[in-house]
């Protein structure tokens, strides 16, 4: 893209489709017996989840949740708002939750915590991407997409300030500092 804000390709189409189609067939075997809800935490999974769910050959439900987290703009607090809450009742449900990326892991750690009082029969988590070296808490992630250096990212549904999302790869930004 003849943007200066969009930086050197972190992960390109093809890798994501790759791997995606890996992570849907683990996913249809690991779950074979027990169709999940799939929860995806909106905004910057619409992508992820819209290919992820193609690629797994279960009965599986949706659902969505909007949160933001509060903090400086390019890092979080653990201070998380709810946007939108979920629709369905998850209590005995198999819950699949379907992340962007997980940086310091404290969204994540705020969403699990929240969603595990509502009675899950299981609650797992798979996330696109993981950022080494900088989670606070463990995010134990049943399944990641990649591993990708400690950069600000954006495309495959991920922002800078709004912009960027419908990058069809995931690319370093380079751009002003941006919120999320
Ligand atoms: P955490 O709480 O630090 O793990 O941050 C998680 C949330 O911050 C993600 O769900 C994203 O919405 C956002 N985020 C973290 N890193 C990036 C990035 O590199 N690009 C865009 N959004 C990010
Ligand atoms: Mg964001």
Redesign the pocket.
């Known amino acids: 893209m003849n943007d200066p804000n969009v930086g050197r390709i972190v992960v390109e189409t093809e890798e994501l489709q790759n791997r995606i189609a890996q992570l849907g067939k683990e996913i249809s075997a690991d779950y074979a017996e027990t169709p999940p809800l799939l929860v995806g ?1 909106l905004k ?1 999974a619409f992508m992820f989840m819209a290919d992820l769910a193609r690629a797994i050959d279960l009965p599986v439900e949706f659902d969505f949740m909007a949160v933001s ?1 509060y903090g400086s703009a390019t890092r ?1 607090s653990g201070v998380v708002r709810i946007l939108k809450d979920l629709d369905l009742d998850i209590s005995g449900r198999h819950v699949l939750v379907v ?10 750690a705020y969403l699990r915590k929240n969603l595990a009082v509502r009675g899950p029969a299981s609650l797992n988590v798979c996330a696109l991407l993981l ?1 080494d070296g900088l989670q606070r808490r463990d995010p134990d992630l049943r399944y990641v997409g990649f591993r990708i250096p400690p950069a ?3 495309g495959y549904g ?2 800078a300030a709004e912009r960027y999302r419908n990058l069809p790869y995931v690319a370093e930004y380079t751009g002003p500092e941006a919120g ?1």
């Open positions: 935490v910057g987290s979080t992340e962007d990326i997980v940086d310091s892991g404290l969204t994540l950022k600000f990212v954006i991920l922002d999320r």
